[in-house]
């Protein structure tokens, strides 16, 4: 499958983005997905996953009540609703899919990668 991720730009802190990942080559609904991100100096971190259609969604504590992921498998793609955005979400934001229902929570388990988005929070 592949990945392409959209949405990024430079938001004042407060403020809100919109991600959204297209996938193509494979039936979308075989994945779950998920957002990861990488800010300058640091490794790269999960933040966000969904399953494929039973509504499963996990969030790393951090963004828990501002960011919500959603998906839309018949037009095959997913977003990431980030609101209430801090100076610490500044980071390049990576689309990312695993097939089958293991939700991609941890960077070993990902089986396909996105380009990434650049997100930048200015304070």
Known sequence: VQLQASGGGLVQAGGSLRLSCAA?????SDYAMGWFRQSPGKEREFVAAIGRADGRVFYVDSVKGRFTISRDN?????????????????????????????????????????????VTVSS
């Open 24 to 28: 193509s080559g494979r039936p979308f």
């Open 74 to 118: 018949a037009k095959n793609t997913v977003h990431l609703q980030m609101n209430s955005l801090k100076p610490e979400d500044t980071a390049v934001y990576y689309c990312a899919a695993r097939y089958g229902d293991v939700l991609p929570s941890a960077e070993d388990i990902v089986g396909y990668w996105g380009e990434g988005t650049l």
